[in-house]
């Protein structure tokens, strides 16, 4: 029975360099969302060979993510597999990319059975195309742009310790407006959001902010994910104010491209059956889709 641990900040020491290791494109293949959603899914940590194995959900409903690190993959399934049996629930793998499903196959060959997991796949941009917003599809994006920079005193700032307060306060409001504890995905996010904002700067989070008149009316947060892609873990904006999403998206995005010239993409994350978030996301036409599978043991 592997031996599973709450997961804390201080094991992002030696979590990151196994998760690096890996390379993998899910935005859930991170520490930060790791640890920021752990209690919503009950996350904990354990370590075979030199693999980082988490674990999720209680009782009959536990699984696993795809373990994160080198060397023999194959007798780390089997040891997880083990745990499964030891602990009298199904063996489950969440989160499994196309590469992952080739990877199991190749090893255990016809002993899963697969599922989409369409809710959970991540949106990926090309970096360059939310920087320059090109090409009729994205024209509404630009007009939107365009209105609030003629209509309206603004500035974009990175988020320091000097307005990190007012971006945590503009959140409250945002989650008040939007009715947070009325809606399940909404107050989920928000508890996972709360979270990074209290651990903000020892997770080694980077983010931007949007002023209109003075007052933050939007901000983001974000960090590498892998060796190619940046991924933006929370984006808020005051709906009501027209361009406010726009801005904040195509303001950070050129920040990513300057500051990191080897990102080429940005996975914007998935949409978790929120059909406000669907709809948004496929509004600026993804690249790709990080596609995700359940792979259950039979």
Known sequence: MIEFKEIELKVKEWMEPLIVASDMGGSHQNFTNMFAWSKIFEFRFGRVNNHLVVKGGADDDQFYLYPAGLGDIKAVIEVMEQDAIDCGHSFTILGVSPENRDEINSLFTGKFKYEEMRDSADYVYSLEKLVKLSGNKLHSKRNHINYFKKNYTWSFEMITTDNFEECREMNKKWCKDNDCKEDEYL????????????????????????????????????????????????????????????????????????????????????????????????????????????????
């Not at 979270?195 to 003075?214: I, P, Q, V």
């Not at 920040?255 to 669907?278: A, C, F, H, S, W």
Request: aromatic share 16%; with cysteine; net charge neutral.
């Open 187 to 298: 107050y989920k996010e928000y508890c996972a959001v709360r979270r990074s904002f209290d651990n903000y700067w020892d997770l080694g989070l980077e983010g931007g902010a949007l002023r209109k008149d003075g007052k933050i009316i939007a901000f983001t947060m974000g960090e590498r994910l892998n060796s190619n892609t940046y991924v933006i873990h929370i984006e808020k904006a005051f709906s009501e104010i027209r361009g406010a999403y726009q801005m904040i998206n195509r303001e950070y995005a050129d920040y990513i491209q300057q500051t990191y010239p080897q990102m080429l993409y940005v996975n914007r994350e998935e949409d978790m059956g929120y059909e406000g978030l669907k709809k948004a996301k496929l509004s600026y036409y993804p690249d790709k889709m990080e596609e995700k599978y359940s792979a259950k043991h039979i």
